[in-house]
């Protein structure tokens, strides 16, 4: 059985300037890993309308899944849902559903639910509302794109939302093999095993530990038993 | 003026994992901004040759500078190199000025300058090395397009050996001093001196042989003169 493919969108400024450092992606590259899911390509574009729409348009083409961070704020920069629905010819509006949520929040609370607030509102006709147990103002799936908070524990709740209703493949096996000796001298033993599994990722990863250079070999796949099999020759050849 | 504009594409496997957290993106972001180049678009892809060219190209066609991470290593998984060729229609070999580099580093060393590390001297014909002072493996620049290494203290050594030269300005010399003493060492009386000589840009990049920490000092200015009488300098006070 093949996985399911995933991208995702991480749209913001403040990541291409430096300010901020994304984590979302390093977060959800490991959830979907554990889903079965597989994250084949991440994008990063800055707040503007007609990269978002160019970058949703290729990846929800391309891909199962799309995910995107950031951009569904109360600021004028706030334009991922505008975009979303353009680049699937979708109409918006200030959602009931969306403004009922939101109202009910701000009205506990004693916070006026002016103009700015109600923006988070703003959702394509057709998509079905992501939870936001953190902050409320919901994200939303629209066909295949899920759209959600860029900051970190919003995102990280939504993903929770998301997830479970998402078919996985079946869950990837790693298993890893720590040598220390630098990557020159396995390489070759290491890519004629890996020519003899092409049903398996197999991946070297190199490091230093007290000045002595040492290389992490991961073997990846969907069957235990050719994992199993795989770091059985790989054992046998290179450790210690 | 308007700035020029850059993108990154981050290669390999293991950040779309989650098995390892890209760090890349973020210094480069930081970097760019320090020099006036927009960085506007990132993508992070997996070791696969037909992707790796469909992004080059769009990348390098859409912004003025693309900076590649990851793929140029010893081993089977490493096909950044071809990939990029590829993109700009360009042959690749084993380069002889890379082969000699990488026997001279092997050679010094009583390391087997076997096939594998051979694969890290195929460079674009026509491409201009990146030097690396952490590794000697290079680097190259083919078109508008910088490739680098995904190991972030190699990573940002070859960053800061391109950046310097796309401001237009003066073309910079390097200088560079081999030590096999730690950063910790040489810290003090190198700040000192790079306080000395503001005009200068001074680099430490830290590397280990046979278990030993060593450093390389690396010394960038517009000026050949000042160039000179700083490594004279340096090397009075740190050469054996």
Same mark, same amino acid.
């Given at each position: 059985? $093949?996985?399911?493919?995933?991208?995702? #969108?991480v749209i913001g400024?403040e990541i291409?300037?430096?300010?901020?450092?994304d984590?979302n992606?390093?977060? /959800?590259?490991?959830?979907?890993?554990?889903?079965?899911?597989?994250?084949?390509?991440?994008?990063?574009?800055?707040?503007?309308?007609?990269?978002? $729409?160019?970058?949703?348009?290729?990846?929800?083409?391309?891909?199962?899944? #799309?995910?995107?961070s950031g951009g569904i704020g109360?600021?004028?920069?706030?334009?991922?849902?505008?975009?979303?629905?353009?680049?699937?010819?979708?109409?918006?509006?200030?959602?009931?559903?969306?403004?009922?949520?939101?109202?009910?929040?701000?009205?506990?609370?004693? /916070?006026?639910?002016?103009?700015?607030?109600?923006?988070?509102?703003?959702?394509?006709?057709?998509?079905?509302? /992501?939870?936001?147990?953190?902050? !409320?103002?919901?994200?939303?799936?629209?066909?295949?794109?899920?759209?959600m908070a860029g900051v970190p524990?919003v995102f990280?709740?939504?993903?929770?939302?998301?997830?479970?209703? #998402?078919?996985?493949?079946?869950?990837?096996?790693?298993?890893?093999?720590?040598?220390?000796?630098?990557?020159?001298? /396995?390489?070759?033993?290491?890519?004629?095993?890996?020519?003899?599994?092409?049903? #398996?990722?197999?991946?070297?990863?190199?490091?230093?530990?007290?000045?002595?250079?040492?290389?992490?070999? !991961?073997?990846?796949?969907?069957?235990?038993?050719?994992?199993?099999?795989?770091?059985?020759?790989?054992?046998?050849?290179?450790?210690?």
């Open positions: 059985m $093949v996985n399911p493919t995933a991208a995702m #969108l400024d291409l300037s430096g300010r901020t450092r984590s992606m390093h977060f /959800i590259a490991n959830a979907l890993t554990a889903q079965g899911i597989s994250l084949t390509e991440v994008r990063v574009v800055s707040d503007n309308h007609a990269a978002i $729409v160019a970058a949703v348009r290729a990846l929800s083409r391309d891909y199962d899944h #799309l995910f995107t109360p600021t004028h920069d706030d334009i991922t849902a505008d975009a979303v629905a353009d680049a699937f010819g979708a109409t918006i509006s200030h959602r009931s559903d969306a403004m009922a949520l939101l109202a009910a929040h701000y009205a506990a609370r004693g /916070i006026e639910f002016n103009a700015a607030r109600q923006r988070m509102a703003r959702i394509p006709d057709g998509a079905v509302l /992501i939870e936001n147990p953190v902050s !409320v103002a919901p994200g939303f799936t629209l066909g295949n794109c899920h759209v524990k990280e709740a939504m993903v929770a939302s998301v997830l479970p209703q #998402l078919t996985g493949g079946a869950p990837l096996v790693t298993q890893s093999l720590r040598l220390m000796q630098g990557e020159g001298s /396995i390489a070759e033993g290491f890519g004629a095993l890996a020519a003899e599994y092409p049903e #398996l990722s197999m991946g070297s990863y190199p490091f230093t530990q007290d000045g002595v250079y040492g290389t992490n070999l !991961v073997i990846r796949g969907s069957s235990s038993a050719q994992v199993d099999a795989a770091m059985a020759r790989l054992t046998a050849m290179f450790a210690p």
